[in-house]
C-alpha cells in the first residue's frame, strides 16, 4: 500500500498547488482589471482551466477519502456478509462506470481534440492537455475502487478468523 500512499500525497499536493495556483490567478485578474486598469486576458481563461481540474482530480480525492455522497442507509441495516457485498457492488459499478466515462470516453475527447488541434482562445493551449484531466481522475478513482474491494474483503476475512 506504499505506492497508494505516495498517489495520495501527490494528488493532495497537486490539488494544494492548483488552489493556490487559482487563488493567486483571481487576484492577479482583480488586482490587474481595478486598480491597474488594464485585465489581464489570459487570467479568466486560466482560472477556468484550473477550476476543472480541481473539481475532477478532487472527485478522486474525494473518493479516496470517502467524502463522496452516498445512500449508507440501506446497506448499514444489513448483515455483514450482505453488507460486503453491497458495497463490493458499489465499487464495481464505479469501476465500469470510469472506465466507460472517463478513462475511454475521456481518452477520445483527449485524443479527438489533439488530432482536431483545438486551441483555447487567450492561452493557446492545446484542448486535449487539459481534458487529459478525465482519464488521470479515472484511472486513480479506478486503483481506489480496487483497493476499496481488496479492504473491504481482506478486513472481513480477518474479522471471520
Known sequence: M??????????????????????????????SRYVLKDPASVTE??????????GILGAAYAYRQNAHLG??????????AVKRVLLTLVEVIVI????????FGGSELVLLTLELEQISAALGIKMGFIYS?????????IAY???????LWRHSDEEAA
Do not use: Y
Open 2 to 31: 506504499t505506492i497508494i500512499r505516495t498517489i495520495d500525497k501527490a494528488l493532495a499536493g497537486t490539488l494544494i498547488f492548483a488552489m493556490v495556483s487559482i487563488l493567486l490567478t483571481v487576484i492577479w485578474q482583480v488586482v
Open 45 to 54: 481563461e486560466l482560472s477556468r482551466f484550473i477550476l476543472i481540474w480541481i
Open 71 to 80: 445512500f449508507n442507509l440501506v446497506v448499514e441495516r444489513q448483515s455483514a
Open 96 to 103: 465500469v462506470f470510469c472506465v466507460l466515462v472517463m478513462l
Open 133 to 141: 484531466v478525465l482519464p488521470i481522475s479515472g484511472t486513480l478513482i
Open 145 to 151: 475502487a480496487l483497493v476499496n474491494i481488496v479492504t
